[in-house]
């Protein structure tokens, strides 16, 4: 195979490109319009639930236990999202190598250095953007187990028990909101490895792997038994 010496972006590759950056960038914020009706908003009514039930307990260790398992998986993506971060640094520090290899698969279309570089860059941006996403909810976890060390005994909530239970699920429901984050930049950096492809391999597993997150929160079974019992609180 001959690279093509210089760097053109064609029309479908900048519309393919315009797509996946207003996904991973608004996917969150336009999530946020469903409100209530998918699993993250409801999972935010059941937090707030547990929190309450939580601050009447005489014994909070299984409480702190949940969570702290919750803690452990959000420091094993964060360790692994560095690993493959570090593997595709590795990867652009050797395109002598890793680009002829890659572009000797039949499904990949073959360009020039500097748009490989670009290709690849993209998933390691994503990846980069999903550490600190993990690290900040590990962080936002480790100030929930803090809140419910500090809540008082249960004898003593008394009145205060709704507003004590409602700031500690913000804090805990803030942290899920960026594990969740993390998680889903395993996807988006899956769409963008299918950038080697070309820009219509692009475009369709984009659109594909955001039309399967948007089931998930509002279609799937998980998401309505979570409503129904979001529903009973």
Not at 71 to 84: D, E, I, K, P
């Amino acid at each position: 195979m001959t690279l093509v010496e210089t760097f053109t972006a064609s029309p479908p590759d900048l519309v393919a490109l315009g797509v996946f950056l207003l996904v991973w960038l608004g996917y969150e914020r336009a999530l946020g319009r469903f409100g209530e009706r998918t699993i993250n908003g409801r999972m935010k009514i059941v937090r707030r639930q547990w929190m309450a039930t939580m601050l009447v307990r005489d014994i909070r260790i299984p409480d702190s236990a949940l969570l702290g398992h919750v803690m452990n998986s959000t420091a094993f993506f964060a360790s692994t999202t560095v690993l493959v971060s570090a593997a595709m640094v590795g990867a652009l520090s050797n395109l002598s190598t890793f680009q002829p290899a890659i572009q000797s698969l039949d499904f990949t279309v073959v360009t020039s250095r500097t748009f490989f570089e670009i290709k690849l860059a993209l998933p390691l941006v994503v990846f980069v953007g999903g550490f600190f996403r993990f690290t900040w909810a590990l962080r936002q976890f480790n100030y929930a187990v803090a809140l419910i060390g500090a809540a008082p005994p249960a004898e003593e909530v008394g009145a205060r028990r709704d507003a004590l239970a409602t700031d500690i699920a913000v804090v805990l429901s803030s942290g899920a909101e960026s594990f969740n984050a993390g998680i889903r930049c395993y996807y988006f950096a899956l769409a963008g490895l299918a950038w080697f492809g070309g820009p219509y391999a692009f475009l369709t597993v984009t659109v594909g792997v955001t039309a399967i997150m948007i089931r998930r929160q509002l279609w799937t079974p998980a998401a309505q038994a979570i409503g129904r019992l979001a529903d009973r609180q």
